[in-house]
């Protein structure tokens, strides 16, 4: 395997595997369509997420479920209290539509800062946190409810207005990849048609 300069820098500032899985992120950043070549429609509903991520993230400024859930958890989710569901793989997080989705909404690989510390779990998450913004995140990170949260939003003040943000997140996503496999079903058939 050929590692490029930023890969054997990440190698000596992060764990091995952290390093590891941000080149596989970067090359993953790299094969994503850039904003000439998505369709006009894939950048509105890109910049839609981006600005759903962030006013979602703002609704659950309030919530304690998210500080504490990972304790007493095996390692990597028990490696901090807070973020259990931040201990998935990176790549399982970022996958190829989330990957598009970023890039075409402004999010470039070399901006995504992971955190100094053990990699427990997403590249990104560290005894603080997510080292991302909001913006930059994938859009299930942001929208993922798991039950301890749901019952501590349950009839509160915000539950309606998050509820709402995210469907409304889950619903744009779900369009923007229904217009990735079309642009990729049409672009196919048009290839297919020139030979």
Not at 101 to 124: E, I, R, V
Request: contains cysteine.
């Amino acid at each position: 395997m050929l590692i490029s300069p930023r890969h054997f820098i990440d190698r000596l500032r992060h764990p091995r595997s952290r390093a590891d899985e941000l080149a596989s992120l970067r090359a993953r950043f790299a094969a994503q369509p850039n904003r000439r070549q998505a369709t006009t429609e894939q950048r509105c509903l890109a910049t839609e997420l981006r600005q759903l991520r962030c006013q979602l993230h703002d609704a659950l400024q309030r919530v304690r479920s998210c500080g504490h859930c990972a304790k007493g958890h095996p390692l990597p989710a028990g490696r901090w209290n807070g973020g259990h569901c931040c201990s998935g793989k990176t790549l399982d997080l970022f996958t190829p539509d989330e990957v598009g989705a970023l890039k075409l909404s402004g999010t470039a690989a070399s901006t995504l800062c992971p955190p100094q510390s053990d990699h427990a779990g997403c590249s990104f998450r560290g005894p603080s946190g997510c080292s991302l913004e909001p913006a930059d995140r994938p859009n299930i990170c942001v929208r993922y409810i798991c039950g301890e949260l749901r019952q501590e939003l349950r009839g509160g003040p915000e539950h309606q207005q998050i509820a709402s943000l995210s469907k409304a997140l889950a619903e744009t996503f779900q369009r923007f990849v229904a217009s990735r496999q079309a642009a990729e079903l049409l672009r196919v058939m048009e290839s297919d048609g020139d030979q």
